[in-house]
């Protein structure tokens, strides 16, 4: 049933409009930096001392949009989407996972047969890449089955440096040995 308001539009109708904006600026994190801001306080600005009109708020959270929309980079932005995609994002891009060969076996006479690692606890290592841009120190190591190329290799825990183009959104990150080389090491 609709009832009329004064204005002759349907109330249910200015309700419906009313929640569904209401539900935008919570879905959209409006809602919250309304509250943030009406609450903020530190040594420049204190919300409360200031009697802050509702349009005043709504003005503040403009410009701060407003300025985050100029503010963006690549950086950040990759960063989030790739936490987000990939959750787990404080240490890895994505979980370590073990590959297993069909018989699940490991390879025969392990591990007198397995060769001696590249890279020691401590190193400094480039993940090879056209952009090398990623390298890290090997924090750990564990001998795994790659299917790229159908035979078991090392593969490497790096603890990235803060410098690294994924630093931003990964602290670690794994590779095989085969693509790694030491820092400063010419291939």
């Given amino acids: 049933m609709t009832n009329s ?11 419906a409009y009313q929640d569904g904006y209401q539900q935008a600026l919570s879905d959209f994190g409006i809602t919250e930096l309304l509250e943030t801001l009406s609450n903020f306080k530190d040594a420049d600005f204190d919300a409360h001392s200031l009697h802050l009109e509702p349009e005043e708020l709504d003005s503040l959270a403009a410009i701060l949009i407003g300025q985050l929309t100029a503010s963006l980079n690549g950086k950040l932005v990759s960063g989030y989407l790739n936490a987000h995609r990939y959750g787990n994002a404080d240490v890895f891009s994505r979980p370590i996972t073990l590959e297993f060969p069909q018989s699940a076996s490991l390879p025969s006479d392990f591990p007198n047969s397995t060769p001696k690692p590249r890279f020691e606890f401590g190193v400094m290592v480039v993940i090879v890449s056209p952009s090398g841009s990623e390298w890290g120190i090997v924090i750990g190591r564990f001998y795994s089955y790659a299917p790229h190329r159908c ?20 602290v670690a ?15």
Avoid: F, N, Q
């Fill in 151 to 170: 035979c078991w290799m090392w593969r490497y825990i790096l603890w990235l440096d803060s410098a690294s183009s994924s630093a931003a959104w990964v």
């Fill in 173 to 187: 990150a794994t590779a095989w040995e085969e693509d790694l080389r030491a820092k400063g090491e010419k291939r």
């Fill in 5 to 15: 308001t004064d204005s002759g539009t349907p109330k249910c109708r200015t309700t």
